[in-house]
């Protein structure tokens, strides 16, 4: 009798386990591909734009995305050169699905160097943004997430967010 307990209470327990596992996986993920825009505007006209492109799953509860593209831009300290990371960085996390749309935190942070700016080219200015909340974000619609007056003048930096479902 010890031993089909011995034997049993485990077989139950992972029979169990993988019944909840099962369960929690009964819903298929959903895959959305997400297209950030950068634009620079000056007034009510977009002067530059990049974008950049992403495919997330709703399975993933952490961290869903992650991009990152940019320069090392060289400077001097005086003594040696030194490099400055700049560029376009975003992050997004916890990616719910809504009845309308999606809900995530995004992350983003978007530096560059402002041409002729300074005299000094070892001394280079940059404009930097950096924001992160959640956002929510009707689906095939492009939806201004984030956006900045700067500091020094009239433009604008955005950051525009489209979520595509894939099926």
């Given amino acids: 009798m010890r031993y ?3 034997v049993a209470t485990p077989l139950l327990l992972i029979a169990l386990l993988g019944g909840a596992c099962l ?3 009964a819903v298929p993920p959903k895959f959305y591909k997400l297209d950030f825009v950068v634009k620079e505007v000056e007034g009510a006209k977009a ?10 799953s709703t399975q993933n ?4 995305c992650s991009i990152r593209t940019g320069a ?5 300290t005086g003594k040696e050169y030194m490099y400055l990371d700049v560029g376009v960085n975003i992050d997004c996390l916890n990616l719910v699905e809504t ?3 999606l809900s995530l ?3 983003a942070e978007i530096s ?30 492009p939806t201004v997430i984030f956006s900045s007056d700067d500091l020094t003048g009239k433009d604008q930096t955005q950051l525009e967010l489209t979520a595509t479902p894939i099926l």
Avoid at 61 to 64: D, E, L, N, S
Avoid at 72 to 76: A, E, F, L
């Fill in 105 to 107: 935190w995004v992350e």
């Fill in 72 to 76: 090392k831009v060289p400077y001097s």
């Fill in 4 to 6: 089909v307990r011995n």
């Fill in 99 to 101: 009845q309308s749309g």
């Fill in 61 to 64: 509860k952490g961290r869903a």
């Fill in 47 to 56: 002067v530059n734009a990049r974008t950049y492109s992403v495919i997330v």
């Fill in 112 to 141: 560059n160097v402002v041409p002729g700016a300074t005299s000094n080219p070892d001394r280079p200015y940059v404009r930097q943004n950096k924001w992160g909340s959640t956002a929510v974000v009707l689906l095939k619609k």
């Fill in 23 to 25: 369960a929690e996986d």
